[in-house]
């Protein structure tokens, strides 16, 4: 498809024009075009979840249309209007996450930490990944009863911590890690499997396509499409398909929502003024299969013990099987959920730096994110929004940025490439 250039009118490739079709000089305002609009698919799946939980905010639909039409030709490319523009969706960002969070909660119960298992138990199985707590409801509600277990992968782990969905019995479990090892888990996996969310990968020819499911806006080519809540099609799936054997395997604690954090907050800060704990790191983001990303594990496994590890969204999955043990009862390793639960890490570091009377940039907090895709650019303009400065992000820093952008974000909020585990401990704890 041809394209062309929103100044000059010239095909795309052309002399003066960039790839992105805004001429060359203009490259730094499709920088940051370019991001918000990355950064608006990932406001929109969370507005959507919140959505089908009957929560909206009227302001979150009011941005999606003007940010769009603010990358239309009949505007002013100016690099500050655009940059303010960006930084407004961090804002929205950071709104919609709060209403996701308070419709998870009114509707789900608050979470209290839990330890979930990995193995599995003998009898028939469906395995649900994605993001979508009602799907989950609606599949543990429809297969009550009827000899079914239920198990969770990826980002659907937090969900053992909600009142309302641990209460069923038959939720067994969690099985597998990341969305990236989905085709080698799904394949050993006998039952059906339901993809709430877009976190999946096309399955290998003649792998477990005719036990694949989707719900919502994801489809795959050949799976069946469940609609209006009826999973009649993955029950009678699951009863006809082998049963899983009964398999030990490790336990995962997932569950520390900021209300559960907050719950102890006075532990955690007579165990930094007592020197018990001399450091907070965030570890977690998006994962993928990229080269490089073992650095996270790295990270992880070399910060001192008397540290605490907050986690969060399937980059967890890096080392959220590890032993980390705990600092007088506090645990090392602290799940605060799915990636929309940055909200949750917010409302932390927000009440410890109040209880510490300086701002959370001063706090000792080091943020390290791994990123993938477009709910974990939003998530990093809502922080920069906030003013955190500092944040390490990795393995790469996103392709589409150009220098002058990445500059003005060094220079304004600090932001830094990963370099290695080593390096950036000491630089860390040297804060």
Same mark, same amino acid.
């Given at each position: 498809?041809?394209?062309?250039?929103?100044?000059?009118?010239?095909?795309?490739?052309?002399?003066?024009?960039?790839?992105?079709?805004?001429?060359?000089?203009?490259?730094?305002?499709?920088?940051?075009?370019?991001?918000?609009?990355?950064?608006?698919?990932?406001?929109?799946?969370?507005?959507?979840?919140?959505?089908?939980?009957?929560?909206?905010?009227?302001?979150?639909?009011?941005?999606?249309?003007?940010?769009?039409?603010?990358?239309?030709?009949?505007?002013?490319?100016?690099?500050?209007?655009?940059?303010?523009?960006?930084?407004?969706?961090?804002?929205?960002?950071?709104?919609?996450?709060?209403?996701?969070?308070?419709?998870? #909660? %009114?509707?789900? +119960?608050?979470? $209290?930490? !839990?330890?979930?298992?990995?193995?599995?138990?003998? @009898?028939?199985?469906? /395995?649900?990944?994605?993001?979508?707590?009602?799907?989950?409801?609606?599949?543990?509600?429809? #297969? %009550?009863?009827? +000899?079914?277990? $239920?198990? !969770?992968?990826?980002?659907?782990?937090?969900?053992? @911590?909600?009142?309302? /969905?641990?209460?069923?019995?038959?939720?067994?479990?969690?099985?597998?890690?990341?969305?990236?090892?989905?085709?080698?888990?799904?394949?050993?996996?006998?039952?059906?499997?339901?993809?709430?969310?877009?976190?999946?990968?096309?399955?290998?020819?003649?792998?477990?396509?005719?036990?694949?499911?989707?719900?919502?806006?994801?489809?795959?080519?050949?799976?069946?499409?469940?609609?209006?809540?009826?999973?009649?099609?993955?029950?009678?799936?699951?009863?006809?398909?082998?049963?899983?054997?009964?398999?030990?395997?490790?336990?995962?604690?997932?569950?520390?929502?900021?209300?559960?954090?907050?719950?102890?907050?006075?532990?955690?800060?007579?165990?930094?003024?007592?020197?018990?704990?001399?450091?907070?790191?965030?570890?977690?983001?998006?994962?993928?299969?990229?080269?490089?990303?073992?650095?996270?594990?790295?990270?992880?496994?070399?910060?001192?013990?008397?540290?605490?590890?907050?986690?969060?969204?399937?980059?967890?999955?890096?080392?959220?099987?590890?032993?980390?043990?705990?600092?007088?009862?506090?645990?090392?390793?602290?799940?605060?959920?799915?990636?929309?639960?940055?909200?949750?890490?917010?409302?932390?570091?927000?009440?410890?730096?109040?209880?510490?009377?300086?701002?959370?940039?001063?706090?000792?907090?080091?943020?390290?994110?791994?990123?993938?895709?477009?709910?974990?650019?939003?998530?990093?303009?809502?922080?920069?929004?906030?003013?955190?400065?500092?944040?390490?992000?990795?393995?790469?820093?996103?392709?589409?940025?150009?220098?002058?952008?990445?500059?003005?974000?060094?220079?304004?909020?600090?932001?830094?490439?990963?370099?290695?585990?080593?390096?950036?401990?000491?630089?860390?704890?040297?804060?």
């Amino acid at each position: 498809m041809t394209m062309f250039c929103n100044q000059c009118e010239q095909t795309s490739g052309g002399t003066g024009c960039c790839s992105t079709g805004v001429c060359g000089k203009n490259a730094d305002v499709a920088s940051l075009q370019d991001t918000l609009i990355y950064a608006l698919k990932g406001v929109a799946a969370y507005d959507y979840h919140a959505r089908r939980l009957g929560y909206a905010d009227p302001e979150v639909a009011e941005f999606y249309s003007r940010a769009l039409f603010s990358t239309l030709t009949n505007v002013d490319f100016d690099l500050q209007s655009q940059l303010k523009l960006v930084l407004e969706c961090g804002r929205i960002n950071f709104k919609v996450m709060e209403v996701l969070d308070k419709a998870n #909660t %009114e509707h789900f +119960g608050l979470p $209290v930490p !839990t330890p979930v298992p990995t193995g599995t138990k003998k @009898g028939h199985g469906i /395995l649900v990944t994605g993001h979508d707590f009602l799907d989950l409801q609606e599949i543990l509600k429809q #297969t %009550e009863g009827k +000899g079914i277990n $239920v198990y !969770t992968h990826g980002e659907m782990l937090p969900a053992h @911590g909600y009142p309302q /969905l641990k209460k069923f019995k038959h939720l067994a479990g969690n099985y597998g890690g990341a969305w990236q090892n989905q085709k080698k888990e799904f394949a050993t996996f006998p039952g059906p499997i339901v993809v709430t969310t877009n976190c999946v990968q096309v399955p290998p020819k003649n792998s477990y396509l005719d036990r694949l499911y989707t719900t919502g806006p994801v489809e795959v080519p050949g799976a069946v499409h469940v609609t209006g809540e009826d999973f009649k099609q993955v029950i009678a799936k699951a009863l006809a398909t082998p049963e899983l054997t009964e398999k030990p395997g490790k336990t995962l604690t997932t569950g520390f929502h900021h209300t559960a954090i907050l719950s102890i907050a006075d532990k955690i800060v007579d165990a930094v003024k007592k020197g018990q704990i001399k450091h907070f790191f965030l570890i977690g983001g998006c994962d993928g299969a990229k080269p490089g990303r073992n650095y996270f594990t790295e990270l992880a496994l070399m910060i001192p013990k008397d540290c605490v590890i907050l986690t969060l969204a399937c980059g967890k999955y890096r080392f959220n099987d590890k032993e980390f043990g705990d600092i007088n009862g506090i645990p090392r390793l602290i799940d605060v959920g799915q990636c929309n639960n940055a909200y949750s890490a917010v409302k932390v570091a927000v009440a410890l730096a109040e209880v510490f009377k300086c701002s959370v940039n001063e706090l000792p907090l080091s943020l390290v994110l791994s990123w993938y895709e477009q709910k974990a650019v939003a998530i990093l303009l809502s922080l920069l929004y906030l003013g955190v400065k500092g944040i390490r992000l990795g393995p790469s820093l996103p392709a589409w940025i150009t220098p002058n952008v990445l500059k003005v974000l060094q220079d304004t909020y600090d932001l830094k490439a990963i370099t290695t585990p080593e390096a950036d401990l000491v630089a860390m704890l040297g804060k």
